[in-house]
């Protein structure tokens, strides 16, 4: 079957790093998303990997492992905007799409 | 956690036809459900907001006489594009979520649509 874990709620410092993990058995793979989704709207994209390794955009980078089935999507220089849901997001081998749960990033001052 | 299924996952149809999306809740009472439509590599866009038993909120720019949205039970929203175009090739997602603001959306698989 397919499942995705990652972590319920974290909570990080403004000005800090976060790394918020994502792992996923699957049967077949195209790719891995990362949303951000404040409450109340719709979910932003953040980044898209296919491929293994470091895919870095300003603050956020993500990085993936296909033979670990593992990502990770690393926050640096946290603003207080920052505080949201993060979610991991897999796409099978029939283009459908497989949610986690979401990430509840808490930024504290 | 809670469980939102799709129906077709993925549909191709000839140019004006119509195709009809199903959205469903499978093990939750879902008072607000949510249609996106998204383009590769792209953030969802949200197309509609509906609430059980009332009519759909279309967003700017969404036509809501061509994407009809029926939100007849707490488990169950349909998307009915009428007279598709290939422009309207896209995948199409829905999102379900309980009576409280602050709750969760739960996501469903997706819908391919392909237009020729």
């Known amino acids: 079957g397919q499942n995705i874990d990652q972590p319920t709620e974290m909570t990080a410092t403004e000005g800090a790093i976060v790394q918020i993990n994502c792992t996923y058995q699957t049967s077949g793979f195209n790719g891995l998303f990362w949303y951000q989704q404040h409450a109340g709207e719709a979910p932003t994209f953040l980044s898209y990997?296919?491929l293994d390794g470091l895919e870095e955009k300003g603050r956020f980078s993500s990085f993936l492992s296909r033979s670990k089935g593992y990502s990770y999507l690393l926050l640096k220089e946290l603003q207080m905007k920052d505080s949201a849901s993060y979610l991991c997001?897999?796409?099978?081998?029939?283009?459908?799409?497989?949610w986690g749960a979401g990430t509840k990033l808490i930024i504290k001052p | 956690g809670a469980v939102v299924s799709q129906h077709p996952s993925r549909v191709i149809c000839k140019s004006g036809t119509s195709v009809k999306i199903e959205c469903r809740s499978l093990d939750f009472q879902a008072t607000t459900m949510f249609w996106y439509r998204q383009f590769p590599k792209q953030s969802l866009m949200l197309m509609a907001t509906?609430?059980?038993?009332?009519?759909?909120?279309?967003e700017q720019g969404v036509e809501k006489d061509k994407f009809l949205i029926n939100h007849a039970s707490l488990t169950l929203s349909t998307l009915t594009v009428t007279s598709a175009h290939p422009e309207d090739s896209s995948f199409y997602i829905c999102?379900?979520?309980?009576?409280?603001?602050?709750?969760?959306?739960?996501f469903g698989p997706g819908t391919r649509l392909l237009v020729l």
């Open positions: 999102s379900a979520r309980g009576l409280d603001e602050q709750e969760t959306q739960y």
């Open positions: 509906s609430n059980e038993g009332s009519k759909a909120t279309y």
């Open positions: 997001v897999l796409m099978d081998s029939n283009y459908q799409l497989i």
């Open positions: 990997n296919v």
